[in-house]
């Protein structure tokens, strides 16, 4: 049977203009930086033509923009899922139900999971493109939406964490953002930083690539280079730094992006089951029975 949770979830979400306004502005982008690069394609042409083997740079563009849109919009659906609840004082009829507190979050964290899918799925017209001039196999495409879909996962059970520690969706939303961020910038600068200060070779290809590993957007160019044939991340991270005899570490920092996967799998999932924990109802009594007991025995004392 379908979640309760998601299935109230989806026919409100339906309902309001906001989703729709979200899918349009999403294709707008979408559809704005394929033009943009058939334009520009075309214009550095003397005789304003276009040359179809450059299409592979227009599956670039489209998979860059799509990621960067699902890691700016996935906070901001899913923060305000548990707390919005708690703003609409509607959070504890939902855990007097026969709902287990993990049902709930899974039910949260699933109606942004599918209007995450809505959104790449209408993206897949645009995408069309690329298959009419045969730069990359349907086998490419599908292996972009998994990594772009385990990113929303990540970001989705994080996102859904702050909503149920953090009472206010506004104090969840520049939560979640700034952990991104340290995702995306804080991991690239452990790597550069040393990089600039003792120079490439005095370090390790091993420190190097655990450092990479939370990142989405290192990832995501890791994919695309096995996809396309390109060495962008080996040629600037692992080029010039101190190489390493083991064979893994080699496979890694060729396969980042797998690595990255089962990254995201694994986060995504603990924080899901710390946010199961912190709405539930016997946890809290047993934290305020605690409490009680604490302060009534400072009082007895005093």
Sequence with gaps: ?????????????????????????????????????????????????????????????????????????????????????????????????????????????????????????????????????????????????????????????ISVFFSCIYKKTVVSIMLVYIFTGILCFGTLILVVLPMAVRGGNQVSNTVTLFKLIPNPGVAFFSLIDGQIGSNIIKDVFFEYTQPSKNSFIQWGAEHLWILHIIFQLVVGSVFIALAAGSINPVREHKQKNKRAKTNGKGKSEV
């Design 1 to 157: 049977m379908m979640n309760p949770v998601l299935r109230r979830e989806t026919i409100t979400s339906l309902r309001g203009w906001k989703n729709y306004a979200v899918l349009t502005f999403y294709l707008f982008m979408m559809t704005l930086g394929a033009f943009i690069f058939f334009y520009s394609s075309a214009y550095e042409s003397y005789r304003f033509t276009f040359d179809p083997q450059s299409v592979v740079y227009l599956y670039v563009v489209l998979g860059s923009i799509q990621m960067a849109l699902i890691v700016l919009s996935v906070p901001a659906l899913t923060a305000g899922s548990i707390s919005g609840e708690r703003e609409r004082q509607t959070l504890d009829l939902l855990l007097v139900t026969k709902l287990s507190p993990f049902s709930i979050v899974i039910g949260k964290l699933l109606s942004s999971m599918a209007f995450v899918l809505l959104l790449i799925v209408s993206t897949l017209p645009v995408f069309s493109i690329v298959f009419y001039f045969g730069s990359v196999g349907i086998g490419s495409v599908l292996t972009l939406v998994c990594f772009t879909l385990t990113t929303a996962y990540m970001l989705g059970g």
